[in-house]
């Protein structure tokens, strides 16, 4: 197993007495890349800035290549750290030329600064512009310098905060894709901030979810999405559907029958957590409804409430017959039902995640 490029241990962070960064691990592994991935003030920025050394924690320690750069007493500078940074407004110094940008962190000899000035142009597409200014270059074309200009120096790590958020939402894709490209053949540890999840699952070979200044959650993207660790955490990367109920003998009686919940106390309140693509419908066939399978369990009979198109599917709000409580499905955009049909729905319960009610977690999804 090969040991962690980066790794932070219990940092702590505290402005004015409020406590922002509570007790945050973390390990980036050499070639991979890790998001931090979170709300908005849940704390990435600071544990970023943390590390680059730009900030300073209260408790804690950072590591790169299992050597100290850091804890409260000991401090290499942030420019001998061998971190390269990328932040949101990467900007580039306006007076310098394309190939000036890139050679800015660059030591030793003109022909092997510019050797390595067109290895990275190259990479990023962008060997045409090297004489350029940077108003000469779209937003998108910015980006790809200043990421080459971040990389120029090798940097063991790359600590990107929200380096996309200032692109064209048609862009962003393709350029994210080709930033990944350009971070694995560079081979750099890559930690990236973004409150995006649809970012983080495009980029990330990790996830650490961040909330309220703690990672609550840390694995690869298919794991943190198919296994959420507790309604938020499931509720932030897809709009969800919660049927909550009592537990009484093992289950819990739901529109759809009665549902096991193993190991849960009689009283205990749980919500039962589907994606609403996981939801299947069905015509109502003059009540006599679809006819069931196994695997789909006890079907609940629905009329649609409301039905909106989103362009590659369609998102519809049914009413449930059984009591009245409102589900959402998504199903393929050809399919537009009218408010008032009855129609049937199905759980896929083996996609069902069920989670015991905490206090105070009545109504909000907020992660
Ligand atoms: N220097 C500072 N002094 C006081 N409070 C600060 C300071 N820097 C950050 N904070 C506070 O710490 C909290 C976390 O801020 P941070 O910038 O780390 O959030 P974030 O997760 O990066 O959010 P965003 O997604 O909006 O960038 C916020 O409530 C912020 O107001
Ligand atoms: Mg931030």
């Known amino acids: 197993m090969t040991d962690p490029r980066l790794e932070i241990r219990n940092i702590r962070r505290r402005f004015q007495g409020r406590e922002v960064v509570s007790d945050v691990s973390l390990k980036v592994m050499p070639g991979q890349v890790t998001c931090l991935l979170g709300p908005s003030g849940c704390g990435k920025s600071t544990t970023l800035r943390i590390i680059a050394g730009v900030d300073m924690q209260d408790e804690g320690e950072i590591y790169v290549d299992g050597e100290l750069v850091c804890d409260t007493v000991f401090r290499v500078p942030p420019e001998q750290r061998s971190i390269g940074m990328m932040f949101q407004d990467f900007a580039l110094f306006p007076h310098l030329s ?214 590659r599917e369609s998102l519809v709000e049914f009413k449930m017959e059984f009591d009245g409580s409102v589900l959402k499905a998504t199903v393929p955009s050809v399919f537009l039902p009218k408010p008032g049909t009855p129609m049937w729905l199905m759980l896929r319960r083996d996609r069902c995640f069920v989670f015991p009610v905490k206090d105070g977690s009545a109504s909000s999804d907020r992660v």
Do not use: W
């Not at 050797?115 to 910015?142: F, I, M, N, T, W």
């Not at 990421?147 to 905060?161: F, K, Q, T, V």
């Not at 938020?232 to 096991?260: C, H």
């Open 98 to 311: 394309v190939a000036e940008n890139v050679a800015f962190g660059l030591n030793g000899h003109k022909s092997d600064k510019r050797a390595r000035v067109e290895e990275l142009l190259d990479k990023v597409g962008l060997l045409s512009a090297v004489d350029k200014y940077p108003h000469e270059l779209s937003g998108g074309e910015q980006q790809r310098i200043a990421l080459a200009r971040a990389l120029a120096p090798r940097p063991s790590i790359m600590l990107m905060d929200e380096p996309f958020s200032g692109l064209d939402e048609r862009l962003k894709d393709d350029i994210r894709d080709s930033t990944l490209d350009v971070l694995k053949s560079e081979n750099t540890a890559v930690l990236l901030v973004t409150h995006e999840p649809h970012e983080a699952m495009r980029m990330a070979d990790e996830i650490a979810l961040m909330r309220d200044g703690r990672i609550v959650q840390q694995g690869a993207p298919y794991n943190i999405y198919n296994a959420p660790v507790d309604r938020k955490a499931a509720a932030f990367f897809s709009d969800i559907n919660v049927i909550r109920g009592k537990v009484q003998d093992l289950s819990v009686t739901t529109p759809f029958g009665k549902f096991l919940c193993p190991g849960q106390p009689d009283g205990a309140e749980v919500d039962i957590v589907i994606r609403p693509q996981h939801l299947r419908i069905d015509f109502d066939r003059h009540g006599r409804g679809p006819n069931p399978t196994p695997q789909d369990g006890t079907p609940a009979r629905a009329v649609v409430q409301r039905a909106r198109f989103m362009g």
